[in-house]
């Protein structure tokens, strides 16, 4: 009987970490390669199940830009709710910091003063498809050092659905580095760095001045009136009146300008992307469930 009972246990044991594999966790795919500022990225969660821890983190690093102090992160919209959330943001090489944010008819604010290192913290929960805007603003420590920010969304998941798009769009980075993470339950779903590239000016082309033609240089003549009606004498026919002549001037050109487009220094790493265990892993853990079973039901038959 003791034999039968460990030779179970042993089975179980064996099979136990397989079957737990195959439950697939969360997963993030974020994106794209590269953005100019003002434009969007986008986060394609999968699997966030409820209980699930799910902190999101945007780091932007850039050059300090003349006269503007304040960096926009917008259209944030969760298809489920984070509990017990916090909002925040950490700001490098800054003398002041705050972050407002926005959703709906509401806001909240926070602000804090130091020397170099400053966070931001809101306690705030997260709700279903509702639209949030985070605005960061900041005094600047030292202008001729590079500035770093960091946004975070942290809560605990609940609803229904289990997957999510988000497409925020980035403002006021100029050009510089984006580093989207998200975690769950503290461990990386998914990662990406994506370039911030200066937008290139586009130039209006020259508008085309438009030439009136001359007019028709036409001559009519009238027909001449007889004198008097008794004159058997035929009038002249009228003479042809002269073809107008066609302006020779050439037709005035516009010249549009090229416009280039500068690549990414740096090609963005592919996410890695969570996937399941392999068909063979499966198997083998039927295998021996199957085998348990069998062996069970002989020893219980002996």
Same mark, same amino acid.
């Given at each position: 009987?003791?034999?039968r009972?460990?030779? /179970? +246990?042993?089975?179980?044991?064996?099979?136990?970490?397989?079957?737990?594999?195959?439950?697939?966790?969360?997963?993030?795919?974020?994106?794209?390669?590269?953005i100019?500022? %003002?434009?969007?990225?986008?986060?394609n969660?999968?699997? #966030?199940?409820n209980?699930? &821890?799910?902190?999101t983190?945007?780091t932007?690093?850039?050059?300090?830009?003349? *006269?503007?102090?304040?960096l926009?992160?917008?259209n944030?919209?969760?298809?489920f709710?984070? %509990? +017990?959330? /916090?909002? @925040? #943001?950490s700001?490098q090489?800054?003398? /002041?910091l705050?972050?407002? &944010?926005r =959703?709906?008819?509401?806001?909240?604010?926070?602000?804090?003063?130091g020397? @170099?290192?400053?966070?931001?913290?809101?306690?705030?929960?997260?709700?279903?498809?509702?639209?949030?805007?985070?605005?960061?603003?900041?005094?600047?420590?030292?202008?001729?050092?590079?500035?770093?920010?960091?946004?975070?969304? /942290?809560?605990?998941?609940a609803?229904?659905?289990?997957? *999510?798009?988000?497409?925020?769009?980035?403002?006021?980075?100029g050009e510089?580095?984006?580093t989207?993470?998200?975690? +769950?339950?503290? =461990?990386?779903? *998914?990662?990406?760095?994506?370039? #911030?590239?200066?937008?290139?000016?586009?130039?209006?082309?020259?508008?085309?001045?438009?030439?009136?033609?001359?007019?028709?240089? =036409?001559t009519?003549?009238? !027909?001449?009136?007889?004198?008097?009606? %008794?004159?058997?004498?035929?009038?002249?026919?009228?003479?042809?009146?002269?073809?107008?002549? !066609?302006?020779?001037?050439?037709?005035?050109?516009? =010249?549009?300008?090229?416009?280039?487009?500068?690549?990414?220094?740096v090609?963005?790493?592919?996410?890695a992307?969570?996937?399941?265990?392999?068909?063979?892993?499966? @198997?083998?853990a039927a295998i021996?469930?199957?085998?348990?079973?069998?062996?069970?039901y002989?020893?219980?038959?002996?």
């Open positions: 009987m003791a034999s009972s460990a030779f /179970r +246990a042993l089975l179980v044991l064996i099979a136990l970490p397989l079957l737990i594999a195959v439950a697939p966790g969360a997963s993030a795919v974020i994106g794209p390669g590269a100019a500022d %003002q434009g969007s990225i986008y986060l969660l999968s699997n #966030v199940t209980g699930t &821890v799910l902190n983190t945007v932007a690093v850039f050059a300090p830009a003349p *006269g503007v102090t304040w926009n992160l917008t944030w919209n969760y298809p709710a984070l %509990q +017990a959330g /916090r909002l @925040g #943001v700001g090489n800054v003398n /002041r705050t972050l407002f &944010v =959703t709906g008819g509401a806001s909240l604010t926070g602000v804090r003063t020397a @170099g290192n400053i966070s931001v913290e809101i306690p705030a929960d997260i709700q279903p498809f509702t639209f949030y805007d985070f605005r960061i603003g900041y005094e600047i420590h030292n202008p001729n050092a590079p500035l770093a920010f960091t946004l975070y969304q /942290r809560g605990t998941k609803g229904p659905v289990t997957e *999510g798009n988000l497409t925020p769009s980035v403002i006021g980075v510089g580095n984006l989207v993470s998200v975690l +769950a339950n503290g =461990t990386s779903v *998914g990662s990406r760095v994506i370039p #911030v590239l200066k937008a290139v000016p586009v130039t209006a082309p020259a508008p085309v001045n438009a030439t009136t033609p001359p007019p028709e240089n =036409t009519t003549t009238a !027909p001449e009136t007889p004198s008097s009606p %008794q004159s058997t004498t035929a009038p002249s026919a009228p003479p042809t009146p002269a073809m107008a002549t !066609p302006s020779t001037s050439p037709l005035p050109t516009a =010249t549009i300008p090229a416009v280039t487009a500068t690549p990414p220094a090609p963005a790493a592919a996410p992307e969570a996937t399941g265990p392999s068909p063979f892993i499966i @198997g083998f021996i469930v199957i085998g348990a079973a069998i062996a069970d002989l020893l219980l038959k002996d």
